[in-house]
């Protein structure tokens, strides 16, 4: 019997030391931080068209969902812990326009998955675009409801006949085409907002 409990507290100690020993070795081994690019080699002329595009708007690359959203409980938040969308278009007012995913090789085979992150941002009440390869300017114009509009006609003043050699007003030209936003935000109504 005294056996049995001099081997049961030698037992102990061993596995305190040698389990406060891995612990200890867990803490001071950490591998090494690298910096890394903010944006891959695919989406960087995405984000440049979309800033030639967009020019009254923000544009926010890889942003994280918890950003832009937020839901009670863990379980619930769990869903979009740790996911980022690759870009945020903002208006003036810093309000979300829409969220423009890049869909690259990078997508293939994971349609399911972005299904799901789609359904997430749209429960969450935004808009979502998706591109399979770098739009031009014209394609993201048209997608968030940009569209040229023909300047205002400027009345020519009235000249006058003058005798040769002197000189005449000459009109203002016509201003350039002004973009106008019409871009606007899809919201999605939940079974909770029906309910209530």
């Excluded at 406060?20 to 090494?32: H, I, L, Q, V, Y």
């Excluded at 940009?146 to 003058?162: H, K, L, N, R, Y």
């Excluded at 201003?175 to 109504?189: G, R, Y």
Aim: neutral net charge; proline residues 4%; glycine residues 4%.
């Amino acid at each position: 019997m005294t056996w049995i409990v001099i081997f049961i507290v030698v037992a102990a100690i061993v596995v305190v030391v040698f389990g406060n020993d891995k612990k200890a070795k867990g803490k001071t081994e950490r591998n090494p931080i690298k910096g890394k690019r903010i944006l891959t080699m695919n989406e960087q002329p995405t984000f440049l068209r979309l800033k030639d595009a967009l020019l009254d708007h923000f544009v926010l690359a890889q942003v994280a969902f918890s950003a832009f959203m937020t839901a009670s409980g863990y379980a619930t938040r769990n869903l979009f812990n740790r996911k980022v969308v690759d870009f945020v278009v903002l208006d003036k007012q810093f309000n979300i326009v829409a969220i423009v995913e890049l869909d690259d090789s990078s997508h293939k085979g994971k349609e399911d998955k972005d299904a799901d992150r789609d359904a997430l941002i749209a429960e969450a009440g935004y808009r979502v675009i998706r591109y399979k390869r770098t739009p031009d300017v014209e394609q993201i114009k048209q997608d968030f409801g940009i569209t040229a509009i023909a300047a205002p006609v400027i009345a020519s003043p009235v000249i006058e006949s003058q005798p040769v050699g002197t000189s005449t007003i000459e009109a203002n030209p016509l201003p350039k085409t002004n973009l106008v936003s019409d871009a606007f935000i899809v919201e999605i109504e939940t079974n909770e907002q029906k309910t209530s």
